[in-house]
């Protein structure tokens, strides 16, 4: 079963930064998409960022542009969001997922064509 594990997450003021990361735990991201979602208590997940396999692609949703930035590190199966200028509607939980797209080096906000999931990370904004 593919998993995910999340890390990073904490509380921060409004206007800081934290870094979250992604690892997978039993499968090599090599030929996947990776994406970040979010989800505040009451809300719809929402899709945040994606990555493309080579990482040639990101895709950011309006809420973050400018804001988030998501990277990639092959060696250490990993994906990272740092997150700067931070604000309180920022708070969420954020997962991680991956889907299998080793043909295209696109990515996609939707989180129907995701299949591989972590248990997600808590972010806190508040003074």
């Known amino acids: 079963q593919l998993q995910l594990v999340e890390s990073g997450g904490d509380l921060v003021q409004p206007g800081g930064s934290l870094r979250l990361s992604c690892v997978a735990s039993?499968?090599?991201?090599?030929?996947?998409?990776v994406g970040w979602f979010r989800q505040a208590p009451g809300k719809e997940r929402e899709g945040i960022s994606c990555?493309?396999?080579?990482?040639?692609?990101?895709v950011y949703a309006e809420s973050v542009e400018g804001r988030f930035s998501i990277s990639r590190d092959g060696a250490k199966n990993t994906v990272h969001l740092q997150m700067n200028g931070l604000k309180p509607e920022d708070t969420a939980i954020y997962s991680c997922?991956?889907?299998?797209?080793?043909?295209?080096?696109?990515?996609?906000?939707?989180?129907?064509?995701?299949?591989?999931w972590g248990l997600g990370t808590q972010v806190t904004v508040s003074s």
């Open positions: 997922a991956a889907y299998w797209n080793p043909y295209s080096d696109t990515c996609v906000l939707g989180y129907g064509q995701y299949n591989a």
């Open positions: 039993a499968f090599r991201m090599d030929g996947h998409a």
């Open positions: 990555i493309s396999r080579r990482g040639t692609t990101t």
